[in-house]
């Protein structure tokens, strides 16, 4: 018997995404109850914040209310909903200091260092209590790649940075828990 999608893999009936598109509360209600707790969930993951988190949850459901006229596949709904969950932490973190490329770093991480250094992390037994010493925009890196699976040049795309700057943030990044690690 196959499993029944969760999260941001479930569906809708097309009515119910057709009303919520015609600005229906009921249908809105539906559409806010099947997808919260994966807003909620994956938001709880990239801010460490549960209340700041709910505040976010509301702004992508308002968000996601005032623009979903402009969804045309009702098959992609999830999808959406989930880019408009980043979109909108990513939005609310992002500092103007930080998107500056640091010219002095020259080493680059091909796609296999990425993940050897992803295999010791997600070994470690207390990745929380370390993920904690991480800022704001380091951790966001290291969650959407880690958890939610995100590539290096799809996190270039939703930091508005190079490649380049992703693979250098995400090495700092690890090498910052490794240096912590060994406290």
Known sequence: MPMAASGFGQSLAKDIIVGAQNGRRDCQKVLFE????????????????????????????????????????????????KQLTVNTALSHFRKPQHLAVEPEF?????????LSQSDWLQQLDSVEALLRHL???EYQLIWLYLVEGYQHDELAELFEVSAATVR????????KLRERSQV
């Open 106 to 114: 020259e080493e680059q991480l091909d796609a296999q260092d990425w």
């Open 34 to 81: 099947t997808f919260q707790p994966a807003v909620q969930r994956l938001l709880n993951g990239m801010c460490r914040d549960q209340e700041l988190a709910r505040d976010l949850t509301q702004d992508v459901f308002l968000q996601a209310f005032a623009k979903l006229r402009q969804l045309r596949e009702h098959d992609a709904l999830g999808g959406w909903l």
């Open 135 to 137: 800022d704001e925009h």
């Open 168 to 175: 250098q943030r995400y090495h700092r990044a690890l090498k």
